[in-house]
């Protein structure tokens, strides 16, 4: 019965072969991002070849987790039920010190003390015991 | 290569909007506006040879070129579904132009629409194969509202950069509610708004109010594509393509360079060159509107006011039918409804009606130059059109 109650009702990332180095770091407590070793900017998503010059050299490093906001959102509605105990809930994009940026939620923050362009720092949700998500807080 | 003058628009058909399905199918719909479109034009259905369709956002098959050939009698040498959001419906008419140009075909029917409502819309989606798509692995996991949490991203940095206020915003979906006011079709006709209803309705993405969204519907648009030598023998005034643009930039937000100016910047400056008209001789603009921001955004990106601008510029003109600056006479969408992709369309069909002085109680005087815009994804797929008659 308990089991039903704690189940994370929602959706939930599929890790592929090419993105697992990323989740498997979300759970270590470590942001990992790729790197391409030709042009030498860094890749999120996870991706098999770099966006910006199509190399496939692209290496795993260990971000700073530090950032800023770009943008953000309070989502007052939920579209999918399983968010609707979250209203309202901060949807964001955040701007990693490494150049990409992220979709993500601002947690530990309420949310109307979010702000555009405020610091923030990775805060790592393991919302099952394979999943963690990368969130942000306030630095 | 040009498709100035390639092709024209001769007919069209539209539903009028309702709230839910009301027992309508997809299919259905699409039948009865594609008839429509067909007889507008002067054409029987043996003269349309190619076959250009909008994917339903709610239902999911294959070959629609083929199940809406077959049922209506159209063997298309020319046949596509045109994935391109929003934009799907300009998307279509140069790429019947262009088949038209190339000699692939000589009448394209273009064709969305849909049988839908608010719930049906918002209902979750049914997982599909592709469940391993970036979108689904680095976004959805943190709760988007559709792609209302996307608009609302925008319309925050946009603030954020520029000082656009929520006040600026609201006066475009007040102006368009006029518009609303004097067509009988529209899904709110009858409803006048102020500024202030639209501060004071709910906020449901922060800083994006409930009458700053668009409302999902049921309704259907199709318009008939034809070669120059047809539209000299249509009873309609052609409605011809004179530039067309198209510029596109992926699924996700995270993903752009920024968020606060889109393709837009591409895709319009190509259809003014292609058209060799500037925005002085612009009479209508009828771009897609399905939050305020998009329309300040389109505003922008397109020239008609500097970048970062858009907020003083909305607040200095008129956009009602009378104004100084008509936009989105129909309504828009936020005030005539979103039937699926044919809210896209329905930015062409005003612009056509508005063209051919059929337009009855909101004709734009002397409206001889359009340019339409449509939008895919969040700010993502963009077609700029310009469209004139004679």
Redesign the interface.
């Known amino acids: 019965m308990s089991d039903i109650i704690t189940r994370y009702a929602k959706p939930l990332p599929e890790p592929s072969a090419v993105s697992a180095p990323f989740w498997e770091g979300l759970n270590a407590g470590e942001l990992r991002l790729q790197r391409c070793a030709t042009c030498s900017r860094y890749v999120f998503y996870p991706r098999s070849v770099c966006p910006h010059c199509l190399s496939d050299r692209l290496e795993w490093q260990t971000a700073s987790g530090r950032g800023r906001l770009y943008s953000y959102t309070i989502v007052r509605r939920a579209m999918n039920p399983a968010f609707a105990a979250d209203v309202p809930y901060v949807f964001a994009i955040v701007e990693l010190k490494e150049g990409p940026r992220v979709t993500t939620n601002l947690i530990n923050c309420a949310p109307e003390y979010a702000r555009v362009d405020m610091p923030v720092k990775a805060a790592y949700d393991s919302v099952t015991s394979e999943i963690a998500l990368l969130k942000f807080e306030p630095e | 290569m040009t498709l100035k003058r390639a092709a024209a628009i001769t007919g069209i058909g539209e539903m009028k909007p309702t709230r839910s399905p009301d027992g309508k199918s997809t299919l259905g719909i699409w039948t009865d506006v594609a008839r429509h479109a067909v007889l507008d034009a002067g054409l029987s259905i043996a003269d349309i040879d190619g076959l250009l369709i909008g994917q339903p956002i709610t239902e999911q098959a294959q070959m629609w070129p083929s199940i809406l050939g077959e049922y209506l009698g159209v063997h298309p040498r020319y046949g596509n579904v045109v994935d391109l959001g929003g934009a799907s419906a300009a998307g279509m008419v140069w790429r019947a132009a262009a088949a038209i140009e190339s000699g692939l075909a000589n009448a394209v029917l273009c064709v969305t629409g849909e049988a839908s409502d608010v719930e049906t819309f918002?209902a979750?989606r049914a997982r599909r194969s592709a469940?391993?798509l970036?979108y689904?692995?680095?976004?959805?996991?943190?709760?988007?509202?559709?792609v209302?949490?996307g608009y609302?991203?925008?319309a925050?940095?946009h603030?954020?950069e520029y000082g656009t206020t929520s006040r600026q915003l609201a006066k475009i979906a007040v102006d368009q509610r006029t518009n609303a006011c004097a067509n009988p079709d529209a899904l709110f006709y009858g409803k006048p708004l102020t500024v202030d209803d639209v501060l004071a309705s709910?906020?449901?993405?922060?800083?994006?109010h409930l009458l700053e969204i668009v409302r999902p519907c049921t309704g259907g648009a199709a318009l008939v594509v034809v070669s120059p030598q047809l539209a000299r023998e249509s009873s309609n005034p052609p409605v011809w393509l004179l530039g067309a643009g198209e510029s596109s930039r992926g699924m996700?937000?995270?993903?752009m360079d920024s968020?606060t100016t889109s393709p837009i910047t591409e895709a319009a400056p190509k259809a003014f060159a292609m058209a060799g008209v500037s925005h002085k001789d612009i009479d209508l603009i009828s771009v897609y509107d399905c939050y305020t921001i998009t329309v300040l955004v389109t505003l922008e990106d397109a020239g008609f006011c500097a970048k970062g601008k858009g907020g003083p510029f909305v607040e200095e003109h008129d956009f009602t039918w009378q104004g100084d600056m008509p936009l989105n006479t129909h309504g828009g969408q936020l005030s005539f409804g979103q039937p699926g992709l044919a809210g896209g369309m329905s930015h062409l069909t005003e612009a056509v009606r508005q063209l051919q002085h059929r337009a009855s109680e909101r004709q734009v005087a002397d409206c001889e130059v359009a340019f339409v815009n449509g939008n895919g994804g969040i700010m993502s797929e963009q077609v700029s059109l310009v469209l004139g008659i004679e």
């Open positions: 918002y979750p469940q391993q970036p689904r692995e680095f976004e959805v996991p943190y709760g988007p509202m559709g209302n949490s609302a991203l925008i925050a940095r603030m954020y709910p906020l449901v993405v922060d800083p994006l996700m937000l995270s993903q968020i």
